[in-house]
């Protein structure tokens, strides 16, 4: 099927996205909403700016549309860049990588119904455990660039997600009940490299911006290298 693939920089758009072509899916075009607000339900995902740089790397056309970021509103903003991505791309269904929230999964699935599509959420409500140990065998490179739960300090931005990491990750699921995978908005993440990517990314300037209870590595530049 032709796909157009709803993504936001991080590893769960990008899993999904390398799940779909794996079995044979054209994925035509990346889909990426810009939301203008912090308290968005749906878009807030720091360095989504440089999706860009990642398509040109992917070689896969991307879409983009911002948002005031005002709840429900939002969704008539991702409502007309699908159908955006229909008329343009001749798209047949639309995948997302969400594994647990159902207020963004129905949202989807809701768009998707309206506009004759089908959805694809290939991991949807799998054990965090299992996907996790999925996402370390892709072959992605994927950095953590966002921290928002306790437990998960600064120091960890842009730190690679390997087995050490994910190992720290459990110690702190143990103490504080967070999702291995971070569904819950305790960490984002950025992929620059994978199995998919025609160019790898490299950052080479960035800076850490804290808050009181949050910290974000926030990207200045990327370049991209050829592999």
């Known amino acids: 099927m032709r796909i157009g693939a709803l993504f936001s920089g991080g590893k769960d758009s990008m899993i999904a996205l390398d799940w779909l072509e794996k079995r044979g899916h054209d994925i035509v075009c990346l889909l990426t909403v810009i939301s203008e607000s912090d308290e ?3 878009f807030h995902f720091p360095n989504v700016e440089w999706t860009a740089k990642q398509a040109e790397a992917l070689k896969i056309p991307q879409l983009i549309r911002k948002t005031k970021g005002v709840k429900e509103e939002e ?3 991702l409502k007309e860049l699908i159908k955006e991505a229909k008329e343009k791309y001749s798209i047949e269904a639309v995948s997302a990588g969400a594994l647990a929230s159902s207020y963004q999964r129905d949202r989807v699935v809701k768009i998707c119904n309206e506009l004759g599509l089908v959805s694809f959420t290939p991991y949807w409500q799998h054990n965090d455990g299992n996907y996790m140990k999925i996402v370390l ?3 992605y490179e994927i950095i953590l660039v966002g921290v928002f ?3 998960l300090t600064a120091d960890l931005l842009g730190r690679r997600l390997d087995v050490g ?4 990750l459990k110690e702190i699921k143990k103490k504080t009940g967070i999702h291995l995978a971070g569904e819950g908005g305790e960490y984002e993440t950025f992929v620059l490299d994978g199995p998919m990517f025609r160019k790898r990314l490299e950052i080479v300037d960035s800076e850490i911006v804290k808050e009181r209870n949050s910290a974000v590595l926030k990207i200045k530049e990327i370049i991209l290298i050829d592999k």
């Open 75 to 77: 969704l008539e903003d």
């Open 40 to 42: 968005s339900y749906m």
């Open 165 to 168: 990491l994910l190992q720290k």
């Open 137 to 139: 065998d892709s072959g």
């Open 149 to 151: 739960a306790d437990g």
